[in-house]
Structures are given as structure tokens and as C-alpha cells.
């Protein structure tokens, strides 16, 4: 991709277009999305605006929760806040299956988030995530929110508006 393109779209092409073949084979083309995310990109945003290092939040829908997901357990000092939308259940769930490492960090807050309408499977294994991790003892928050009537692919930004109420609460 040429280097005059945003980063923001960079990640996005990478993460949503570049993804399915990542995740289908067991994450290994994570790696290189999750390098640009954290060497490049976030230094790119925090040069350019006033932003807090130590208050990140990312967001992620579909495939991009399930990064969201993925960066709990390789990165769990790197962001405040992680929401994850309705992630996929379409991924390495040997990984995922596990309890995220606890980092250093005791101020972290993931939340899983999931449409009442979206898929059978994708809701099931959203809640389970939600449910094993939050019983576990980890310094991180763990929340659980519903979106009521909510789609697999339409409640991006109620998703992240219920997450920042809570996040900005401190009540996961």
C-alpha cells in the first residue's frame, strides 16, 4: 500500500480486509497487524493529537473484536480500555480459550459486548469470554454488556457508547 495513505486505513485494510485468512489459519498474520498498530500507528495518532498514552482505548467489530481480543492476551499493558464488538468466534479458540495474562497494569478494563440479535454462535461464545474471564482473578475489569436488538453488524456505535459509559464510570 502506498505510504501516503492514512494509517487509520492501513489498519483498517489490514485487520478487516487482510484478516479472515489471518484468523481462519490460527492468528499467525495477527502479528504483523498487531506490530503496526503498536510501533507505528499509536505513534503516528500521538504526535498528531493530544493524546494520553496511559488512557488508550482500543475498539473493534466483527473480526476486529476478536483482534481486540487477541490484544488482551499480547499486549495487556498497551490500552485502558479494550471493547470488544461482537468478536468472532471464527478464530483461534485454543488461545482465546485461556485466561488473558494480567499484565502490570491494575487500572485495565476490557469490555465484550454482544447484539441480542446477532448470531447464535457468535453471541454464545461472546458471553462465554465475558463470563469465564470476569469469574477469574485478574487485575483486569472484565464487563459484559447486551445491546438489545441488536445485530451482529449494525451496533458499532452503541457498542462503543455503552463501553465509554462504563469505562468512563469505572463500573464494568
Known amino acids: 500500500m502506498p505510504k501516503h495513505v492514512s494509517p487509520c486505513l492501513r489498519l483498517h485494510r489490514a485487520i478487516a480486509h487482510g ?4 484468523w ?16 507505528e500507528l499509536l505513534a503516528i495518532v500521538e504526535r498528531r493529537t493530544r493524546a ?33 464488538s461482537n468478536p468472532s468466534p471464527q478464530l483461534d479458540q485454543a488461545t482465546l480459550s485461556a485466561m488473558p495474562p494480567s499484565g502490570n497494569r491494575t487500572d485495565h478494563h476490557l469490555f465484550i459486548v454482544s447484539g441480542t440479535q446477532n448470531s447464535p454462535a457468535s453471541r454464545h461464545a461472546a458471553l462465554e469470554w465475558a463470563r469465564r474471564w470476569g469469574a477469574a482473578r485478574t487485575p483486569s475489569s472484565v464487563g459484559e454488556i447486551d445491546i438489545q436488538g441488536g445485530t451482529h453488524a449494525a451496533d458499532l456505535p452503541n457498542a462503543y457508547r455503552a463501553a465509554l459509559r462504563r469505562l468512563f464510570q469505572s463500573k464494568p
Open 24 to 39: 481462519a489459519a490460527g492468528l499467525p498474520a495477527v502479528a504483523p497487524r498487531r506490530l503496526f498498530l503498536a510501533d
Open 19 to 22: 484478516g479472515r485468512v489471518g
Open 52 to 84: 494520553d498514552s496511559a488512557r488508550r482505548i482500543l475498539v473493534g467489530q466483527s473480526y476486529g473484536g476478536s483482534f481486540v481480543l487477541h490484544s488482551a492476551f499480547t499486549r495487556p499493558n498497551l490500552f485502558w480500555g479494550l471493547i470488544a
